[in-house]
């Protein structure tokens, strides 16, 4: 009797008191609405978060990671914890973690691309600025610089693709292409070595890059869905080849192997 009117007071109060990690996700969140912390601005330590809360550091550890995950704030390495500043950026982990879940399909990705980038791109010609175009200037001539070292080239390729959607000025659009070029990112990452069309694609980012400075919209759109189909055309090559060679790898690794009854290991007569 007296362990179910504990058990209903533990519910209780546990309706009132959220537990202790949402509770410093909620401070933090109610010092940002309140302007008591801005962009730039350096959180408190963890453990006068802890102290301050009344919490174990361990709460605040998990609190600050998931606002970290949800692009809020950012570690510096040595330096602290931050308040995130510049545009908005999603880390893409919860779209990761749906994609690994999910196993979005190669088409799927290229399509939402589609839907975002044309109508980013198209944006960007009417609104980039021109510090916004010459950053996309540095990353397409970066790209012809990294022709012979794919790796690199997909790094300029991604952050190509940043540059414009930051030149929308539209946050929640350029939020939305960092999510799905991140995951991307990752995606092709594993076949890049792969790729054949270094050049072509480096030129078709310059034809992308210029009509958006001309401020031609239009063709900014048609040179970003060129671009995008393209990029899904050598996607499919590169994971057909990727494939290829990792059947070939595995037959070579069962031929090695030796034969089972060989090995002398397998019970032939039970005891
Ligand atoms: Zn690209």
């Given at each position: 009797m007296r362990v179910a009117t504990r058990r209903v007071a533990a519910r209780a109060s546990a309706r009132k008191d959220p537990p202790p990690t949402h509770r410093v996700v909620r401070h933090i969140r109610r010092l940002i609405e309140g302007r008591r912390l801005t962009p730039g601005d350096r959180l408190p330590t963890e453990r006068d978060l802890a102290r301050e809360m009344k919490v174990s550091r361990s709460s605040v550890r998990a609190a600050l990671q998931s606002l970290a995950a949800m692009g809020v704030i950012r570690s510096r390495q040595g330096a602290g914890t931050f308040i995130q500043d510049g545009p908005p950026s999603l880390d893409s982990q919860p779209l990761g973690l749906l994609a690994a879940l999910h196993g979005f399909s190669r088409e799927e990705m290229f399509e939402a691309r589609g839907v975002l980038e044309v109508g980013v791109a198209g944006l960007s010609a009417q609104r980039a600025s021109g510090e916004q175009t010459a950053a996309m200037a540095e990353e397409v001539a970066s790209m012809f610089a990294a022709l012979g070292d794919p790796p690199l080239f997909l790094v300029h390729d991604v952050r190509f693709h940043r540059t414009v959607a930051a030149g929308s000025n539209n946050p929640v659009l350029a939020a939305l292409v960092e999510m799905t070029s991140t995951l991307l990112y990752e995606r092709r990452r594993a076949t890049?070595?792969?790729?054949?069309d270094l050049r072509e694609s480096a030129e078709m980012h310059r034809r992308i890059y210029l009509a958006i400075r001309r401020g031609d919209a239009e063709e900014a759109r048609t040179a970003m869905a060129e671009h995008l189909r393209l990029a899904e055309e050598a996607l499919a090559v590169e994971d057909a080849l990727a494939a290829t060679r990792e059947a070939a790898a595995k037959a070579v690794t069962r031929a090695r192997r030796p034969h089972p009854a060989r090995k002398g290991t397998w019970p032939t007569t039970r005891p």
């Open positions: 890049i070595e792969h790729a054949k």
